[in-house]
């Protein structure tokens, strides 16, 4: 059987990470299908106000259609600033108002962050973000309402979504190595914008622990949604 989760990706810099995992997962025997649909996302700036207009609820249903055509059984807004910018409760009622536009469940890569975390037992955690020092901060302060400590954050100061989708392998490396902390049981990495499907091994072998990436965190959850388990060491021990 199949599984399909359909993905809302804000405009275009590593939209390529979803059918790679695609690939990947069913390389393993997942049988699965993530369609992707790109939103409007306005102004590309890692900016309170910009972040808060590209996650509003009006700009992201008119893609859904695209989704459900393409036979979606749930639905994951791929963003993380563009969630967490809202809060743990106004994250939250962005999820609900998507599924009920959609008719299926529905979650984000905020909320994935926080389930994935659990799931792999990492209670501490250490944030390299791409972001300015302001935002990833606010993405500290989700994880926090969702009871997960974080014992380091380290931001990049980058704005656009469009630089970030420029980083490959050696800047991404460097991003787990600065972003890590002794204390911390896995990395996170919060940016959909970030290229990492096609090094997921490496870098947790770099940073000897699990490294928690946007895209990654963001096909787990869809698959969480429909109670869908897929093993796939080549997506981390997050599919292990």
Not at 22 to 39: D, M, Q, Y
């Amino acid at each position: 059987m199949v599984a399909t989760v359909g993905f809302l990706y804000p405009g275009h810099s590593a939209e390529d990470d979803f059918p790679r995992m695609e690939s990947l997962l069913n390389a393993a025997g997942a049988g699965v299908r993530l369609p992707l649909a790109h939103t409007d996302i306005g102004t590309d700036a890692h900016r309170v106000d910009a972040l808060l207009e590209m996650g509003s609820v009006d700009r992201l249903t008119p893609s859904l259609g695209a989704l459900t055509e393409r036979g979606a059984e749930a639905v994951v807004w791929a963003c993380t600033s563009a969630s967490f910018v809202y809060g743990w409760d106004g994250a939250a009622d962005q999820v609900r108002r998507l599924a009920a536009e959609a008719g299926l469940p529905a979650s984000s890569t905020s909320f994935a962050f926080a389930r994935a975390a659990r799931s792999i037992g990492a209670v501490r955690v250490a944030i390299g973000a791409t972001y300015p020092d302001d935002v990833a901060g606010l993405f500290a302060g989700f994880l926090k309402a969702a009871g997960v400590e974080v014992v380091s954050t380290r931001g990049s100061g980058i704005i656009t979504a469009a630089e970030v989708g420029t980083w490959g392998r050696e800047e991404v490396l460097r991003l787990v190595a600065e972003g890590d902390h002794p204390a911390a049981d896995a990395i996170l990495l919060p940016d959909t914008a970030l290229h990492t499907a096609a090094w997921l091994p490496e870098l947790e072998a770099a940073a000897g622990k699990p490294v928690l990436t946007a895209n990654q965190v963001t096909a787990w959850e869809g698959l969480r949604l429909l109670d869908h388990t897929a093993v796939c060491p080549a997506m981390g021990r997050l599919f292990s």
